[in-house]
């Protein structure tokens, strides 16, 4: 008994120990960098990690008697699992905000984009041109994006999407975007990974300003993929077209390099939908995913109308779907 007792005092401690570290890793901040990858891990851990305290402090709560004080143990799991809440409750976003259409254009549909990371090593991906296919997205983008997996979405898709601009690559690297409508490729910074930014002409005229994004993997690069997303922090969306950064950042919304992003004008379209909670990563393990690293992030000119996630055969990624629509005008 004593034995046991002591088991459970240790496995307690460890759970709310690791919980505390994730919530200083977060609270550090950029100051966490001398961690390494363990400051990444800590901080992407959140809000799970803190809110996995909240059962020692129940089982400590209802396994009290009489006037038994609280022990240390139980209140520290209390207060690492209400921050935790607090996080989750800010990470999953405000209630949806709800666009009207605007006269004469129906729903106010812009541009439906998708966007899924294929992992290069995909040999499972039979019916994913299907799947693609199924979402009636305007703009499909792609990370590790090879020439075996092109040539598999040719077959089903080729028709449906003719204006493309393909960066194929080895291993991970690879990037394209194929759209509907016409296509204009810009120019934009060098990363590690191949990106693509290209403004899509849609059949009314408007123009979206559409990045497809793919830092480098923080475990393997960690240096690199620091930079990454600091070429993409600098990435300020136009401010004149509606846009939308997508792809796998390999990144949550508590690293503060993805934050930085954000705070030069983007907003997450999982978050603007109270979806930010919903995870992409890992999707082909036998427990479900538990991280959102793949990631819409819109300017303010574009309104998203919204947002689903979808599974692609074979990825250890979610794919996520998008539709945009018009900013209404502001009042006069």
């Not at 022990?71 to 799991?77: G, T, V, W």
């Not at 709800?98 to 984009?113: E, H, K, N, Q, S």
């Not at 939308?244 to 997450?268: C, K, Q």
């Not at 574009?302 to 018009?326: I, K, W, Y």
Request: include cysteine.
């Amino acid at each position: 008994m004593i034995r046991s007792a002591r088991v459970a005092r240790i496995a307690g401690w460890s759970v709310v120990a690791g919980g505390a570290v994730s919530l200083g890793a977060a609270l550090a901040g950029r100051r966490a960098r001398p961690l390494g990858i363990l400051g990444i891990a800590a901080q992407a851990a959140l809000p799970w990690s803190a809110l996995a305290a909240l059962p020692v402090a129940a089982i400590g709560a209802f396994g009290r008697t009489g006037r038994t004080p609280l022990r240390p143990m139980d209140a520290a799991a209390a207060v690492v699992g209400a921050a935790g809440l607090g996080i989750a409750a800010r990470m999953a976003g405000p209630p949806p905000v709800v666009w009207p259409a605007m006269p004469g254009t129906g729903a106010d549909r812009l541009l439906r984009i998708a966007h899924v990371n294929l992992l290069f090593i995909n040999r499972k991906h039979d019916g994913g041109a299907e799947v693609l296919d199924a979402l009636d997205a305007d703009v499909l983008a792609f990370s590790e994006y090879t020439p075996v997996l092109a040539a598999a979405l040719e077959t089903g898709l080729a028709e449906h999407y003719p204006h493309r601009i393909d960066r194929a690559g080895p291993k991970s690297h690879g990037a394209a975007l194929w759209s509907r409508f016409p296509v204009t490729e810009r120019t934009a910074e060098p990363m590690r990974h191949e990106r693509v930014t290209a403004d899509v002409t849609t059949p009314g005229g408007e123009t979206v300003r559409v990045l497809v994004v793919h830092p480098v993997s923080p475990p393997h690069k960690l240096a690199s993929w620091r930079t990454d997303m600091a070429i993409l922090a600098a990435d300020v969306p136009p401010a004149d077209v509606p846009a939308v950064m997508i792809g796998d950042f390999n990144a949550t919304w508590l690293h503060p390099e993805l934050r930085s992003i954000v705070a030069a004008g983007w907003r997450s379209a999982h978050r603007q939908r109270g979806r930010g909670l919903t995870p992409s990563w890992p999707a082909n393990r036998i427990y479900p995913p538990c991280l959102r690293i793949d990631h819409a992030l819109v300017n303010d000119r574009a309104a998203v109308l919204s947002v689903a996630d979808f599974t692609f055969p074979g990825s250890d990624h979610r794919g996520l779907v998008v539709t945009m629509g018009r900013v209404p005008p502001a009042a006069p």
